[in-house]
């Protein structure tokens, strides 16, 4: 049978990197095709090139065995390939329908807009693969997991048969997660085939068919999850034995650290998003906040580190009330913040690597006497810290802006745990990171734990919650539906209730702990 | 597994926030002060105003005369006004909380033209009717930023193309000897000043704020240069047929409204017609949707084939063809001849009436309505004599623009991607 794709010899070269190295890849008709490799390894690069947003240097494409052009979107549409974008191409003010169908838009009487024609589209296409969207909704009311059916659909509406995701799940929670991997698996059943692009183990396994590992730019092996597991994916990935399981040493919490009482959260549009949330940190522990994005997790976090204003209730870090504390008193008072978007957040994007280490401590004494920068020690103090967190970048005074994200949340997480500090507040420390890089933060900050720091963590991303925590609280709509002992429950028990559900009759309080519920 | 795909519904401390709420109540109350010890007390009891309800000079749609008595009024409206802040202040009006400021802001206005016109008369239709002329320029200037800015590239140099159109159009039409062939030209310089942004802005990717400045610079100096040269010194090229003023059958005589809307310029026609088709066609067709995309977010629309440098150039040049279209109305539709300057940043206030407007063609011809009667007044009230100098009642518009800008807008809807230039990959 002739392979629907076939990707011959693709090379693209960079200036100073090879960015795919003669790769030859083959989609058949109705497969799932796992693309898997660390951050830079160049999916993205190829699936672009797939896509006609770049032109590879060497390389041929062949669509159901003939050779095709592919130097447009535009063309690649025509010949049926489809993309989802890691970062969706939605445009929040439009309604559903007019996202999907920009480009191909229903019209009638020449050039107006048909918005009925197209939303009898998208709700047959719904009907079809399952994909229940309201086309008069705003993209913006929707919730992540629902723009992206929206993103599906917008290919489907194009009747692309080559559907290309890239990264689908970086956004996702774990349930949304398995529900697209669901809708992958109805979307190749109904004849269409998937290009799937990732760097997360566990899904690969899960969903692909066959999976294919590039690292470096070149293709290092093919497997399929029968053959396969998560441990000689990540040794192929990452070309070194990688342990994915964390090593943690039991150790008795000590004294309370930091106390949230009673805090309610607004948004900035009024809407109450904490909803009267208590909690205590001790002292040699990492509590994790378990909950799907949205629940009010970010303006918590805001409101710890000071940068949003609560309405009511009481925070105090290391014994002080630092409800209304500027973010400058909190970081004096020895703690440190890993902000959930390091890009907007966490770095001053075109200053050098040296000066955004110094951001919260270059008005003190030795980085600066009276009101001058002394940018020797500054630069001292960077190579220190560049080597000590193994910080990859030509030198320290390149701007962050140039260096990969692994790198990028390196330097904020020298920046945060090389500081005197008794809490850090840790806010999805591993976003879209590869497992190289996963790894790496994840020891540093189980070591910060063992030094006796109190670790707040917030993150989506269950497995790593399931990991790192001693305790774990469940944020659901505001408030913290349960807070419990590691220990004491599975994956599957957190994520029902990350959806809201208390595990009840069979989810008594196993015999020797306890469940606090804070309310 | 179970699937959550909820939209949550939050609780809401409340709809405007307490700060707000009491700002908002004491300005009510001080209006209504200011309305009591300014003109309540200041107005000789016994007085009557009068409001004359026909423009001069017109002879169909005419309507009698509206008497009040000056006191009575003024106090009515303090007590009302009273009412407003202090129901503010206790309850709040919630979603109508703009709305009543504006309210209580338009009793302002209209207790100072009581006050004012207290023992004689004012002419309110001709102030209305001068209004909409003044609020020409400044809406087809929004309308030409609307445009742009929809595509996402800001257009600063609005004034500047108005500016040059009012020239040419004084020229051409001087040469030609027709006000129509004058627009003609107005219009062109105004594309051609709009092409030169484009390129500038879209294909080398100049920042938009400064490529604007450059023109506006430009066409100041250029018409300058051209006016004292050859306009100053050969007064038959400054000397332009004007359009007339045409009345629509019927519509002219309607009291009232006929006068002011219906036996006009053609540019308030012109202005009329353009509200109704660039609303239909940024909401209700393809190159609508196409357009809006570009400047929401130019990658999407690049990912769907869309030629996102083209949209953006056709989105530009239609606002300069706008653009040389009010500036043709200051030369061919209300003065007759070309001044230096003479669009005194009429360009600027129709962006500001542009974000008043939310980037909306119908919100921009209501911002450009406001801040036209704000320049009628001005002008009306240093002819009636009053106390105030009328430097400080030229002034009202901008205050009003100031005012409105900072305190009712916030940051609005403006397009994501407006004033940032597209990279392709």
Redesign the interface.
């Known amino acids: 049978m002739t392979p629907i794709l076939e990707l011959k010899g693709i090379t693209k070269q960079f200036p100073g990197v090879l960015a795919n190295d003669h790769i030859n890849l083959t989609l058949h008709k109705g497969e799932i095709l796992a693309l898997l490799g660390e951050n830079g390894a160049g999916k993205s690069t190829l699936m672009?090139i797939l896509?006609g947003?770049?032109q590879p240097d060497e390389g041929e494409i062949f669509i159901n065995g003939e050779k095709s052009m592919v130097t447009?979107?535009?063309d690649a549409?025509d010949a049926g390939i489809g993309?989802v974008?890691q970062h969706f191409?939605?445009?929040?003010?439009?309604t559903v329908a007019?996202n999907v169908?920009?480009?191909?838009?229903s019209?009638k009487y020449g050039?107006?807009?048909n918005r009925d024609d197209a939303a009898k589209k998208i709700l047959e296409i719904g009907n079809q693969f399952n994909l229940p969207v309201n086309p008069s909704d705003m993209v913006r009311?929707?919730?992540v997991?629902?723009q992206q059916k929206v993103e599906i659909i917008?290919l489907l509406y194009r009747e692309a048969e080559i559907l290309i995701f890239d990264e689908p799940t970086a956004v996702l929670?774990p349930?949304?997660a398995?529900?697209l991997f669901k809708i992958m698996r109805s979307l190749v059943e109904q004849g269409k085939s998937i290009i799937f692009i990732t760097h997360k183990l566990r899904e690969v396994l899960d969903v692909a068919d066959r999976i294919m590992v590039i690292r470096q730019g070149a293709v290092v092996g093919e497997t399929t999850p029968d053959e396969a597991d998560k441990n000689s994916l990540a040794a192929m990935m990452v070309g070194r034995e990688v342990s994915l399981v964390v090593e943690k040493e039991e150790k008795v919490p000590g004294e309370v650290i930091l106390s949230i009482d009673d805090l309610v959260v607004?948004?900035k549009?009024?809407?109450?998003?904490v909803?009267h949330v208590s909690l205590e940190v001790h002292a040699g522990e990492i509590v994790g906040i378990a909950g799907?994005q949205?629940?009010g997790q970010t303006e918590l976090v805001e409101a710890i580190t000071g940068l949003r204003k609560s309405?009511e209730g009481q925070i105090t870090l290391m014994g002080e009330d630092v409800t209304r504390a500027t973010p400058r008193q909190i970081t004096e008072l020895g703690s440190a913040h890993v902000p959930e978007d390091r890009q907007a957040d966490g770095l001053v994007l075109p200053f050098p690597i040296a000066e955004n280490l110094v951001l919260c401590t270059y008005y003190k004494e030795p980085f600066s006497k009276g009101v001058v920068l002394q940018y020797e020690t500054i630069l001292d103090h960077a190579k220190q810290l560049i080597s000590d967190f193994d910080i990859r970048t030509p030198s320290a005074l390149t701007p962050v802006s140039n260096l990969s994200g692994g790198n990028q949340q390196k330097v904020i997480i020298a920046r945060e745990l090389s500081r005197p500090i008794q809490f850090l507040m840790a806010s999805q420390p591993t976003r879209g990171l590869d497992v190289g890089s996963i790894e790496y933060i994840h020891k540093r900050i189980v070591q910060k734990r063992n030094d006796g720091c109190a670790v707040l963590l917030v993150s989506p991303e269950l497995d790593e919650i399931m990991e790192l925590s001693d305790r774990i609280a469940v944020m659901y709509?505001?408030n913290i539906l349960a807070v419990v002992k590691r220990s004491a429950v599975t994956k599957e028990e957190v994520?029902?209730m990350m959806?809201?559900?208390m595990p009840e009759s069979d989810f008594k309080p196993k015999e020797k702990h306890v469940v606090e519920r804070t309310f | 597994m179970t699937s959550v795909t909820h939209t949550v519904e939050h609780k809401k401390i409340s709809e405007v926030s307490p700060t707000r709420k009491l700002v908002m109540g004491i300005a009510e109350l001080f209006i209504a002060m200011v309305i009591l010890f300014g003109f309540v007390l200041n107005s000789t009891p016994g007085d009557l105003t009068r409001f004359v309800m026909t423009p001069g000079g017109i002879d169909v749609g005419a309507m009698g005369d509206w008497v009040i008595p000056t006191r009575p009024t003024l106090i009515a409206l303090t007590v009302v006004t009273v009412a407003i802040g202090i129901f503010q202040l206790v309850k709040g009006f919630g979603r109508a909380t703009n709305g009543m400021v504006g309210l209580s802001g338009l009793f302002l206005i209209f207790g100072f033209l009581t006050w004012q016109a207290g023992g004689t008369s004012v002419n309110l239709a001709g102030m209305l009717a001068s209004a909409v002329l003044l609020a020409v320029p400044i809406t087809l200037g929004a309308f030409s930023g609307v445009l742009s800015e929809r595509a996402g590239v800001v257009n600063i140099a609005i004034e500047g193309m108005m500016l040059m159109g009012s020239m040419i159009g004084a020229l051409v039409g001087s040469i030609t000897n027709s006000t129509w062939i004058g627009l003609a030209g107005a219009i062109l310089s105004g594309l051609i000043l709009s092409w030169i942004h484009a390129v500038l802005s879209i294909k080398y990717k100049i920042n938009q704020i400064i490529s604007g400045t450059v023109i506006n610079i430009f066409s100041a100096g250029m018409t300058a240069f051209i006016s004292q040269k050859y306009l100053q010194t050969n007064q038959a090229l400054n000397n332009p047929p004007l359009f007339p003023r045409i009345p629509i059958p019927g519509l002219a005589n309607i009291p009232l409204l006929g006068p002011i809307f219906f036996n006009t310029n053609v540019f308030v026609y012109l202005m009329f017609i353009l509200l109704v088709v660039i609303q239909v066609a940024l909401f209700s067709t393809r190159w609508g949707l196409r357009t809006r995309s570009v400047g929401e977010h130019p990658r999407a629309a690049d990912t769907l084939g869309i030629n996102v440098t083209r949209t953006r150039y056709v989105a530009v040049l239609l606002s300069g063809l706008v653009a040389g279209l009010a500036g043709a109305f200051f030369t061919l539709g209300s003065v007759g001849r070309f001044n230096e300057g003479m669009t005194a940043g009429k360009g600027f206030i129709g962006l500001a009436a542009m974000i008043f407007g939310n980037w909306r063609p119908l919100g921009a011809i209501g911002a450009g309505f406001l801040f036209g009667f704000a320049d009628a007044i001005g002008s009306k009230l240093s002819l009636l004599g009053s106390a105030i100098p009328p430097q400080i009642m030229a002034t009202a518009p901008y205050l009003i623009t100031m005012i409105v800008l900072a305190g009712f807008i916030g940051k609005g809807d403006m397009p994501a991607a407006d004033g940032e230039p597209y990279e392709e990959e």
């Open positions: 672009n896509y947003l770049y447009s979107p535009t549409i993309m974008h191409m939605l445009i929040p003010v439009f007019e169908m920009l480009g191909e838009e019209v050039n107006f807009l009311d929707l919730p997991g629902v917008k929670t349930q949304e398995d529900e607004a948004d549009f009024q809407n109450i998003v909803d799907v949205g629940n309405s709509r505001g994520g029902l959806a809201g559900i």
